[in-house]
């Protein structure tokens, strides 16, 4: 199995910068995006330092354990390199005054044969597409979401509620955090977006099943994910990964040689 990726990010038509980080480290599997907050530009370096001490750190343990690690392990990495860099941007954020409050949702995934262990904190999510059914692998967390799962308002309600930005978890504003961790079996032919609320608050699900089923590429289909949010009215950064399954067609033609096939 080998993976195809491709990313893209986007200011929206409303902001004048982009508090969104999308990172990736192709040769480990591990993408990551991160949806910043904070005022004086302060959401821009919570979520920066984030993809980049995730990155760095996560990275090169993967690289180090390489593909013996098994799905515990890499866990167990996850959450140790999401609390090292939790107590980075939170002691940023109290060592300087223009950095105060400053904090990041994330999404992790590191992709590896046959499965993926995803990480996630606040309302940036992952879905997954297989065959022709859009599910989504992560659950915000966030008081609508609360309220949903209390009963206290429909999924009608939710959709225009005042309260769809409101986190109750983020990385950096607190001295600790929880990252949500889950494994999850990869087949070929899966596609997983991970996506900020600038795309998911924009444009519904059934939207993006339609959009991800559609032809082109993946880098067409992540344009067309961006410009469905933008025509919906763009009022947040949009940021979208999308990562592709596929067989290893070069690997299987090797095996069929080698067997005489």
Known sequence: MIYEICMQTDPGLTRDNNEDVVAIDAATGLCILADGM???????????????????????????????????????????CVENANHSIFNAANSNPQYAGMGTTLVVGVFQEGRLVLGHIGDSRCYRLRGQELKQITKDHSLLQEQLDAGLISPEQALTSMNRNLVTRALGVEDTVQVEV????????????????????????????????????????????????????GRDNISVLLVQAKEDTARRGLLSRMLGK
Request: aromatic share 4%; glycine share 12%; net charge negative.
């Open 182 to 233: 889950n494994d999850h079996r990869v087949e070929i032919g899966d596609l997983y977006l991970m996506c900020s609320d600038g795309l998911s608050d924009m444009i519904l699900d059934e939207q993006i099943a339609a959009l991800l089923l559609g032809g082109g590429t993946l880098a067409q289909k992540a344009h067309h994910l961006v410009d469905a949010a933008n025509d919906a009215g």
């Open 38 to 80: 904070g005022g004086y530009n302060a959401g821009e370096v919570a979520s920066g330092m984030a993809a980049a001490f995730i990155k760095s750190e996560l990275g090169r343990w993967l690289d180090e354990a390489g593909r013996q690690a098994n799905a515990r392990e890499v866990h167990r990495a996850m959450e140790i």
